[in-house]
């Protein structure tokens, strides 16, 4: 299985990590709530995790609106 890191803004891939075995706890997903873990991890058929995640870029471009970041920090 692999895991894979994808910004929810531009679908861009983040980036791969390949795992034989995964603890939740290794990548600090136990301190995530149910919730926020259904939003952002999802579980494919095949046995990939893929992760919700930003990128750079899309991170750059909220940096210059701070106004929508702090909206979307507050819907997360
Ligand atoms: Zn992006």
Redesign the pocket.
């Known amino acids: 299985m692999s895991i894979v890191y994808k910004?929810k803004?531009?679908s861009?891939v983040i980036g791969e990590i390949e795992q034989q075995i995964v603890s939740t706890s290794m990548l600090g997903w136990d301190k995530l709530s149910i919730k926020d873990k259904e939003k952002m991890i999802q579980y494919k058929e095949n046995g990939d995790v893929h992760v919700q995640s930003?990128?750079e870029?899309?991170e750059d471009s909220l940096g210059h609106h701070p106004t929508y970041y702090e909206l979307e920090f507050f819907l997360q």
């Open positions: 910004c803004h531009c861009h930003i990128c870029n899309c």
